[in-house]
């Protein structure tokens, strides 16, 4: 389905409030579910819930933890907020759904406590146009899955994992896989789903990591 709310990147905005959060990446028509406590992050849900309701998540590729402002990956994902509840501790859930991916072309003098990043939606308009049907053949994929989740003890809902959609079940495995940042990083950056699907098969094949359990909604 294309996005009910933008037919063209130029209807989406030139800046938009950023989330760096390392090991996360969102997908266009993808759902990350969010947990916000940070002062500066509750500030930024804040002001995008009093405007077009839009966040850039976006992987630093310098540590967070020993860099007061870490340098940003070029390429992230505007996602709208469609689902928010506040926490009796004043936290907020969120749950950003994928609109388009942007190229970060700089940064916006901001005063307030989060960042601001001039985003360049050009050379993804395709991720506006809706679900990128591709029937490429599951075998090598479901293959690469089993052994990745055997190798771990762990269980997949294979019933919803056979049904769903090509682009759904690529992009959610893509997100919740436990893999390296910079892996992360090439499953966003894929232009097309059968190159998303090459480079998640061979990560699958090739990790060593651990993974929760696999479940799509």
Not at 8 to 31: E, I, K, N, Q, Y
Not at 46 to 59: K, S, T
Not at 141 to 160: I, T
């Amino acid at each position: 389905m294309a996005s009910p709310h933008y037919h063209s990147f130029s209807d989406l905005p030139r800046s938009l409030p950023l989330f760096p959060l390392t090991g996360v990446v969102l997908l266009p028509r993808g759902a990350l579910p969010l947990n916000i406590f940070e002062p500066r992050y509750l500030e930024m849900v804040d002001d995008a819930l009093r405007g077009d309701r839009l966040i850039g998540m976006i992987q630093p590729v310098e540590n967070e933890d020993l860099v007061l402002r870490p340098k940003l990956s070029q390429v992230g994902c505007a996602g709208r907020i469609v689902a928010y509840r506040e926490t009796d501790d004043n936290r907020y859930l969120i749950t950003l759904s994928g609109v388009c991916r942007f190229r970060l072309d700089g940064e916006v003098d901001a005063v307030t406590a989060y960042r601001k990043g001039l985003c360049d939606f050009a050379a993804f308009a395709s991720d506006l146009a809706g679900a990128e049907e591709n029937d490429f053949p599951r075998d090598r994929l479901m293959a690469a899955l089993r052994s990745y989740l055997s190798s771990r003890d762990l269980k997949a809902d294979w019933k919803s994992v056979m049904s769903a959609p090509s682009e759904a079940l690529v992009n959610a495995l893509s997100m919740m896989c436990p893999f390296d940042p910079a892996e992360k990083q090439a499953l966003l950056e894929a232009p097309t789903l059968g190159e998303r699907v090459s480079t998640l098969v061979a990560l699958l094949e090739m990790s060593g990591g651990g993974a929760g359990p696999v479940t799509l909604n």
